[in-house]
């Protein structure tokens, strides 16, 4: 199974990409964000005719999170759990062939400090609290998407220039280091751990022709998910496209043969639900 992340930056404006970049890499599933449509303007008879079930969650103008499959897709959940007052389209999740699937748009937070740096960690916060319990789930999970987190100075061609932006303060990268620590695999770095692998370019300065990225899209992969990761990669080619996305596709290929098995429960016990149950 080949599992993708992609910022696509407008649905609308993108389309053509997005299409193309289906049509070429094939993958078996696919994580949108900034949509930037409402869920009406979603193109579903498109990505229906591309070969592929969607299920989404949009917004005017901005944010919109979606996945994409071969297989129909069961949804989750629509929402981040933990503030009952945000009504931002950053968060949803879905079984996908046994994959539970979770596609994220974390907040950008600037300018810091600030409001919206102050809702960014906020909402990392409440990310690490829903995620605690799905990394020992007894199925697997992957957490797909957008995190605006530059996780070190490894992961951006030159931290001098973006020492004031939300995507590398200390809190920004404490928060993700503390998800990680739950017991998530980070595909890229764990099969690249010496390579520089940026996933965004952003349209200022040719930042693009001088590759001058930073890497903040991620694939993190649970412990019963971690040992079927075969290979990780960036679909770079798309970001050369014209009229692209600043972000450019990240996948991982994943063999789900070598999946962990799940530990039988205890006798007295009682198995915790399919990810289709939860809600």
């Not at 094939?26 to 949509?35: F, G, H, I, K, W």
């Not at 973006?162 to 280091?177: G, H, I, N, S, V």
């Not at 692998?197 to 890497?215: C, V």
């Not at 996948?251 to 809600?279: E, F, I, M, N, Y």
């Amino acid at each position: 199974m080949k599992i993708a992340t992609f910022n696509v930056n407008g649905i609308k404006t993108r389309l053509p990409n997005l299409l193309e970049w289906l049509a070429r890499e094939q993958p078996d599933v696919a994580c949108l964000q900034e949509l930037k449509a409402l869920d009406e303007g979603f193109p579903a008879a498109e990505i229906r005719d591309a070969g592929y079930h969607a299920v989404w969650k949009g917004q005017r103008s901005w944010n919109g999170v979606a996945i994409l499959s071969k297989d129909e897709p069961i949804v989750v959940r629509r929402e981040l759990p933990g503030d009952p007052s945000d009504d931002h389209s950053r968060w949803i999740e879905a079984a996908v062939n046994g994959v539970h699937v979770c596609c994220l748009y974390l907040p950008n937070g600037n300018p810091q400090p600030g409001p919206k740096f102050d809702y960014k960690l906020k909402w990392f916060e409440r990310l690490i609290e829903h995620t605690h319990p799905l990394v020992d789930s007894d199925h697997p999970v992957v957490i797909a998407g957008d995190y605006n987190v530059v996780p070190t100075d490894f992961d951006i061609y030159n931290p001098r220039s973006w020492l004031k932006d939300a995507l590398l303060q200390p809190e920004t990268r404490e928060c993700y280091a503390r998800l990680l620590s739950q017991g998530w695999v980070d595909a890229i770095r764990k099969l690249h751990p010496e390579e520089a692998i940026f996933t965004f370019w952003d349209y200022f300065r040719k930042h693009w022709e001088r590759n001058a990225g930073l890497r903040i899209d991620h694939l993190l992969l649970n412990r019963r998910l971690a040992p079927a990761l075969k290979a990780a990669g960036v679909d770079t080619w798309v970001r050369g496209q014209p009229h692209a996305s600043d972000h450019a596709p990240t996948w991982v290929q994943l063999d789900l043969k070598k999946v962990k098995a799940a530990t039988p429960p205890r006798r007295g016990t009682r198995p915790r639900p399919a990810p289709s149950a939860r809600r």
